[in-house]
């Protein structure tokens, strides 16, 4: 059975391209923050990933880049739009909610796996709280 991997995009496009080059999947769609954390970060993102939108030629798919659950929703919606016939993997290299939402996307549908890539290098950096915070309860 085919391969249908399903990316979640953030900056580190060359992860993206790498993962699409080894894997080789049949189908591929992308999911990207819109809105984002500040003006133009669908731009940087698209741009980060310029190689890998060009050679894999992506259906891309838009989801607030800090709403694990509009993630979800998105794809479910996305997923069940595309029907069965192939295996389905979740790649979650964006914001850490996408990477939440797409977990519980494979996690609810039972048979979608993901496939966490260890980061390349770990930076310390100050964090600055934001205007919201999020909260999420998982309960199974």
């Not at 189908?27 to 990933?49: D, M």
């Not at 929703?73 to 389905?88: P, S, V």
Request: with cysteine.
């Amino acid at each position: 059975m085919p391969w249908r991997y399903v990316f979640l995009l953030g900056f580190e496009g060359q992860r993206s391209l790498q993962t699409y080059e080894r894997f080789e999947p049949k189908y591929v769609s992308a999911l990207i923050g819109k809105p984002g954390y500040w003006p133009n970060y669908e731009g940087v993102a698209r741009s980060k990933n310029a190689g890998f939108i060009k050679l894999a030629s992506p259906k891309i798919i838009c989801a607030n880049a800090g709403d694990a659950v509009e993630t979800w929703a998105r794809l479910e919606k996305h997923l069940g739009d595309m029907g069965g016939g192939a295996n389905t993997c979740i790649v979650p290299l964006g914001t850490k909610p996408h990477a939440l939402g797409g977990g519980l996307a494979a996690l609810s549908s039972g048979t979608i796996g993901v496939q966490y890539l260890m980061p390349s290098s770990f930076n310390v950096r100050d964090v600055k709280r934001g205007k919201y915070l999020w909260l999420y309860k998982v309960q199974m």
